[in-house]
Structure formats: C-alpha cells, structure tokens
C-alpha cells in the first residue's frame, strides 16, 4: 500500500515514515509540508491514503485540503491527525470527505489500527474524541451549540479557538502565517456569525469555550 504523509513538521513525517515502512512494511511514496505540494505529490504518485495533518502552515485551510482531495482525488482514502482533541474539527474533517481522525498524542500507538479501519472502509476516531461526541450526543453536553461555532468555517474556527487560549492579533498572525488584515477580517466574521458585538466580548466568549471543551 501506498502512503502519502502531508504535515508540515519534518521529524514527525519522519517519524511516521519509520513506523509505516519498517513496523508494517507500507511504502511512503511522498511527502509535503503544504497544501499545494500535497496535491502535486498525490497527482504525481497516486497513493491509497493520504495521511494529512490540517495544521499546516502558510495560511492552508486543512479542512479544505481534505475536501480538495476526496475531489479531486476521489479514490484516496484521507485519514486527519491533528494536535486537537476537540470534536468539532474531527466533525469537520469527516464532512470533508476524510475516514478517519486520529489525534497525535496516541498516533505512535493507535496510527496502524487507523491505517487497518479506514483501508476497511470503517470510521475511525481516537478513542477520546469518540467519547466526546457520544457524551454530546448523547446527553448533550455540547459547549459548540451554545456559541453556534458550527458556523464559522474551519479557518474561522481555528483563529476562534487561538482567540480563546489568548492569542493576540499579531500572535495569530505569525502562527497561521497570515497578515493582519487578513486575521481582523475572520474576526469581523466571527462576531458577524455568532452574533457578538464586541472585540472583547468576543475574547470572553471565546475562552469560555475553550475551557469548557477541555473540561
């Protein structure tokens, strides 16, 4: 099988390639560290699955890279991993066509059990997203439908939850390598969408959020 690793961190592509390569004997045809070479690179070798992280830099949406794929790529099978636990992103990326959401915290451990359930063609989530979305399904313990965060767009929702662990603008800006304008613009957005009046009162909200999605 072959297996296209898209993250924007050298050592953990590198990483991974050890663990698919010599633990399973999976060959890793590409790699990228960005959303245009990521279509390039699977343009050019034709894997089976794309293993993609959505935190990539250079202002790359990774939800819309997972849509861009299954798109164009139709054959792909997509598997997220991601540094966030939450469920909305993993809730996202599954919308976008990926089959699979594994958070890098467990991926040494639990990345050839995803690779086995998604190749099945099986839904994978690690297990405490999944216990997440079951409690919010389940008793409705959301904290996402109480700011109605499902209508930011996954750019939106990233700068949402950076403006709720108490990133500045500038801060932003130089973590997404986006320019400010660009930053003030998607918070203009986010106070249109969820109804917030205010900078700061969007600062509040924002990090009841957070805390409230990490309980």
Known sequence: ?????????????????????EDA??????????????IRVISETDPDLAIIDIELKG??????????VKSRFPGVVVLVM??????????KSIKAGARGYIAKAEAAENILTAID???????????????????KHIYGTTGDDD????????????????IGKGYKR??????????INTIESHRRKIREKLGIS?????????VQWVIKENR
């Open 1 to 21: 099988m072959k297996i296209v690793l898209v993250d924007d961190h050298p050592v953990v592509r590198k990483g991974l390639k050890s663990i698919l390569e």
């Open 25 to 38: 004997g999976y060959t890793v045809c590409g790699e990228a560290e960005d959303g245009d070479k990521a």
């Open 59 to 68: 202002g790359v949406d990774g939800i819309e890279l997972v849509a861009a």
């Open 82 to 91: 991601s540094m966030d636990d939450g469920t909305l992103y993993a809730e």
């Open 117 to 135: 359930s998604v190749m099945r063609n099986e839904l994978y989530l690690s297990a405490s997203i999944s216990n997440k979305i079951a409690t």
């Open 147 to 162: 700011v109605n965060v499902q209508r930011l767009s996954s750019r939106e929702f990233e700068i949402f939850q950076l």
């Open 170 to 179: 500038n801060e932003i800006s130089k973590k997404l390598n986006l320019n």
């Open 198 to 206: 205010s900078s700061s009162e969007l600062a509040i909200i924002a």
